[in-house]
């Protein structure tokens, strides 16, 4: 039969509470992330226990994803190619040829990161006169000075816009797309950019497809990339930004969140619940982050061996993929894979009500 104690009864010498050890965000955290993103990471790590990956592009995180870029995606000498410069290229021509109507293009690099990807595309549709402006959206001011550098560089003589955008929370702004004569304005496409096979990093896909539905209008495309296949079919095998990536996430949130490094581990592995592959932090010991500014005073709790998600990815069946463009409002258009059918390019349109 089980023992009831009462308030002051007092408890066995033998039983004891275990420790809890106190991790303090650091003041670059506090510099880097608003009162509303701080409270979007204590909602995440509280509800679903992650650190939203989009975070990790802001502050120094800006320079390691531009690192890993350069490194390991943009062409070199012994890597002559790039899978989405590929796609894009095998893609121009259907682009271009479905935007006769209108006279000029403006290209919304959603994620725009450091504008790589896009380079080539841009001088291909500049040389026959089509680029009106290029606006680059992301949810990081640090990359977007990356991004204006080096478009500036390219093409000192085309418009450059930019604005930090959280895509999964709001639509792109109207007023980055108007011209100054009505006119233009009815002559110009809109090409949305969303590269890097972003679109499966993000938790609410569905919302985050909403939101460039509701960015559209008639002649507009949206153009995504993402890796294909079956998510739970992982072999193990550790690559790409699961790899690479994802160790530089991991030692940047440790620094910012005050965390040891000898209190954790990296831990990557197929998550059932959201059908994705994911780099998660496993705590070691039992854990308090404090988080103490801007006027926010909240302590969460994270037990040993809980994980924390710093990073994942969702790959597309072709199935599901049809179906959350659908639901999202859009129109399959057109669409293509890479030679090995590991990475497709999609692209879409606004669905007729």
């Not at 690479?244 to 592995?269: F, P, T």
């Not at 932090?281 to 926010?296: A, D, E, P, R």
Request: with cysteine; hydrophobic share 35%.
């Amino acid at each position: 039969m089980a023992t009831n104690f009462h308030s002051n009864s007092q408890l066995p010498s033998d039983i004891s509470t275990p420790i809890s050890r106190i991790a303090k965000p650091n003041s670059e955290f506090y510099s880097i992330f608003s009162e509303q993103e701080v409270l979007g990471i204590i909602h995440a790590l509280e509800v679903r226990r992650e650190i939203p990956l989009k975070y990790s592009y802001k502050g120094r995180g800006a320079k390691i994803w531009d690192n890993f870029y350069v490194k390991y995606i943009i062409p070199k000498w012994y890597r002559t190619s790039s899978v989405e410069i590929d796609l894009l290229k095998t893609n121009f021509e259907y682009i271009n040829g479905n935007i006769q109507s209108c006279k000029k293009v403006n290209i919304i690099d959603v994620g725009s990161g450091n504008s790589y990807p896009v380079k080539q595309f841009i001088y291909n549709l500049n040389k026959l006169k089509k680029i009106n402006k290029y606006i680059a959206l992301d949810i990081s001011e640090e990359l977007l000075n990356v991004s204006r550098k080096n478009f500036s560089k390219w093409f000192p003589l085309i418009e450059f816009n930019s604005q930090t955008i959280d895509i999964e929370n709001s639509c792109i702004p109207q007023d980055l797309l108007k011209n100054q004569a009505d006119d233009e304005n009815e002559n110009t496409a809109n090409i949305i950019l969303h590269l890097g096979v972003t679109i499966g990093n993000h938790h609410h896909r569905n919302k985050v497809l909403k939101n460039f539905r509701d960015s559209m209008k008639k002649n507009d495309f949206l153009v995504f990339t993402n890796e294909t296949g079956s998510n739970s079919k992982w072999d193990g095998s550790i690559r790409g930004g699961c790899k690479y990536h994802a160790e530089e996430v991991y030692g940047w949130i440790k620094n910012k969140m005050g965390i040891r490094s000898e209190d954790c581990q990296l831990v990557r592995k197929y998550d059932s619940q959201t059908d994705s592959i994911v780099a998660n932090m496993k705590l070691h010991h039992n854990y308090t982050i404090n988080f103490c500014s801007q006027g926010i005073n909240k302590n969460l709790e994270i037990f040993k061996g809980e994980e924390i998600t710093i990073w994942r990815h969702h790959k597309y069946e072709i199935p599901e993929l049809l179906q959350e463009i659908e639901q999202a409002g859009l129109k399959l258009v057109h669409y293509s894979t890479d030679k090995y059918l590991s990475r497709i390019m999609v692209i879409c349109e606004i669905a007729s009500n």
